[in-house]
């Protein structure tokens, strides 16, 4: 049906692209390793000891920064994963008026423009007087990551079958019973992808919480602000290693997805046999 | 998977029947609502406000009275029409070109390689990877790479391919290419959950037809698409009308470079003239808006989330 040099077109521009992709992963890794070296002179630079280092250097601004950064995200990803995730629920089952004008504005904060969320937040913390600090970023990374999670939650509850809390309401469960033991458990993966989705997202956020940070440093604005001077070798090694943690938890959520759904293959063969 | 938030057909909604009235929706919204009110809604409209200010009297530098100075629009699209014209002229090129390079790559993610899982899965992770690693630092990763004394581009001029006193950085090119480079990953994410989901009968039906492949593609294959090409072009534009990272003089710009990102920025940061950098903002958000309704108008509201 295809002819055969055409076939290996598409593949061939295929690892291509996704090679091109990887080249500034690839020279992040390679540049943090090299640097390591001219100032290390070992080659080990990858090992915990060398790790526990870059926070030693620079008077321990890179891993402040690093660890405000970890901080705001895990705050604004537990408030906008909690909000978003019951919106969610609220507009996939119930019926309420007024709900096209809400899908509508629940899309608005992503459609617009970090730096319009940003300057607007701004504006707002300075004309009510309130100081820029950690908490005035942690609202502005819960307000831009209630919709990304409204969106991940809302596609899972949208494919739970009805017929599954039916039967638990015909077993006699109470409310609360169908929601603990069969809702949230069958929601939790969505909920799961939606708090790393908005971690990610205010992990490495720079746009927003540059206009809303004041003196707080975090990761991205770290590497902003020595961008100017040269980047120390330690950010590229804090971020590679972000990196690896980030692959292992995306290879582990696939793995498992993957043998859960196995799993439920097999369930529902026993079950039709 | 997180990669459903970037789809825009919704799944499947369960049937209305099950749907009822009950206070509790009002409970469960209501939070989430109200936070959005506070933190998304009032910073536009002090925002709208802000773009209206005149400078106090007596006042110091970055303080400012409120008024209705609508000057203030005229003044800074007087003095930075190129910038404004600059973002959507790089926006606009950076979501052409993102779109050329991803469908090719979403078609092969979405169709061919469906038979091998596997590959698939490893492509959607190398195609989301570069979100893993920090922006700001893969951005940085191009200006080394399109530095002057780089492999790359000494070896482009002693092939005599670049002229010897040429510059890769701080140039449109390299700022449209960070803008692509940078939200590929956008585009190509929901291009590949629709075409997932694309019926190959229907492809087959076509060309038991006598289509031409190319006429396939033109006919079936684009239109049964378009919800991921509508998806995908405003996730790319949107962030890349915006951004000045890419076009910041310390990464891939240069003076000749600057987006109305980095004007927003100077005007709030720097320069403390906040009216400025409101009327900046609002004038990126209304022309954004409009592209929205647009979409809205095609598509409908409630396959927006």
Redesign the interface.
């Known amino acids: 049906m295809k002819h055969s040099i055409s076939k290996w077109v598409?593949?061939a521009?295929?690892a291509l692209?996704?090679l091109i992709?990887?080249?500034?992963?690839g020279?992040?890794f390679v540049?943090s390793f090299n640097d390591s070296l001219k100032s290390n002179i070992t080659w080990r630079g990858f090992t915990l000891d060398k790790w526990l280092n870059v926070c030693n250097v620079q008077n321990g601004a890179v891993c402040e920064a690093f660890g405000n950064s970890i901080f705001i995200g895990v705050v604004a990803t537990v408030l906008a994963t909690t909000?978003?995730t019951?919106?969610a629920?609220?507009?996939?089952?119930?019926?309420?008026k007024f709900r096209?004008?809400?899908?509508?504005?629940?899309?608005?904060?992503m459609?617009?423009?970090?730096?319009?969320?940003g300057?607007?937040?701004?504006?707002?913390f300075?004309?009510i007087g309130v100081p820029k600090d950690m908490l005035t970023i942690i609202?502005?990374h819960?307000?831009f990551c209630?919709?990304?999670v409204?969106?991940?939650v809302?596609?899972?509850v949208?494919?739970?079958d009805?017929a599954l809390e039916e039967a638990g309401r015909d077993l006699y469960g109470s409310a609360l019973q169908v929601f603990l033991r069969i809702t949230f458990p069958l929601l939790l993966p969505?909920i799961l992808?939606?708090a790393?989705?908005s971690f990610?997202l205010s992990f490495?956020d720079?746009?927003i919480t540059?206009?809303n940070s004041g003196a707080v440093s975090t990761?991205?604005k770290y590497?902003?602000v020595s961008?100017?001077r040269g980047?120390p070798a330690e950010?590229?090694v804090l971020?590679?290693a972000?990196?690896i943690l980030?692959?292992i938890v995306?290879?582990t959520?696939?793995v498992s997805?993957?043998a859960r759904a196995k799993r439920l293959e097999k369930l529902h063969h026993a079950g039709v046999n | 998977?997180?990669f459903?938030?970037f789809?825009t057909t919704?799944?499947?909604?369960?049937?209305?029947s099950?749907?009822?009235?009950?206070p509790?929706?009002?409970l469960?919204?209501l939070?989430?609502?109200l936070?959005?009110v506070l933190?998304?809604l009032?910073?536009?409209v002090?925002?709208l406000?802000?773009s209206f200010k005149v400078p106090a009297e007596f006042g110091d530098i970055g303080e400012f009275s409120y008024a209705f100075r609508w000057e203030n629009y005229t003044d800074v699209i007087s003095a930075y029409w190129p910038h404004i014209l600059r973002s959507f002229g790089y926006a606009i090129t950076a979501t052409f070109f993102a779109l050329i390079?991803s469908y090719?790559?979403a078609?092969?993610?979405g169709v061919?390689a469906r038979r091998w899982?596997l590959l698939q899965?490893l492509?959607l992770?190398?195609?989301?990877?570069?979100?893993?690693?920090?922006?700001?630092?893969?951005?940085?990763?191009?200006k080394?790479?399109f530095s002057d004394e780089s492999f790359l581009v000494t070896s482009l001029k002693a092939m005599s391919l670049l002229a010897p006193d040429a510059h890769v950085t701080g140039t449109a090119f390299s700022v449209i290419f960070g803008l692509t480079?940078n939200f590929?990953?956008f585009m190509t994410l929901p291009l590949y959950t629709t075409l997932e989901r694309l019926d190959v009968r229907y492809l087959e039906a076509g060309s038991d037809l006598y289509a031409s492949p190319f006429h396939v593609f033109r006919k079936v294959t684009i239109p049964l698409s378009m919800p991921g090409i509508v998806a995908g072009t405003?996730l790319t534009f949107?962030?890349a009308?915006?951004?000045?990272?890419n076009a910041s003089r310390?990464?891939l710009g240069g003076t000749g470079t600057q987006m109305?990102?980095n004007v927003?920025?100077a005007n709030?940061?720097v320069l403390q003239n906040?009216p400025a950098?409101?009327a900046l903002?609002i004038i990126?958000?209304s022309a954004?808006?409009v592209m929205?309704s647009f979409y809205?108008k095609k598509s409908?509201?409630?396959d927006?989330?």
């Open positions: 598409l593949p521009y295929s692209a996704l992709l990887m080249i500034p992963i020279y992040t540049y909000l978003g019951m919106i629920i609220a507009m996939v089952r119930y019926r309420f096209s004008q809400l899908s509508l504005f629940l899309f608005l904060p459609a617009t423009p970090e730096v319009v969320l300057a607007g937040l701004a504006a707002q300075l004309s609202l502005a819960t307000m209630i919709s990304f409204v969106v991940a809302k596609a899972r949208a494919s739970l009805p969505g992808a939606a790393l989705l990610a490495d720079f746009i540059n206009f990761f991205p590497i902003w961008a100017a980047i950010a590229n971020a590679s972000v990196f980030a692959l995306v290879v959520v696939q997805g993957a | 998977m997180a459903a938030a789809s919704a799944a499947p909604s369960s049937s209305d099950i749907k009822k009235k009950s509790v929706a009002l469960l919204l939070p989430g609502i936070y959005l933190f998304f009032a910073p536009l002090s925002l406000l802000t390079i090719p790559l078609y092969f993610i061919k899982p899965s492509a992770v190398m195609v989301v990877a570069p979100f893993f690693i920090s922006f700001l630092l893969r951005t940085l990763a191009w080394q790479i480079y590929i990953p405003l949107i962030p009308a915006g951004d000045y990272i310390e990464f109305m990102g927003i920025e709030f940061l906040f950098g409101a903002s990126l958000m954004i808006l929205v809205v409908g509201t409630e927006l989330l």
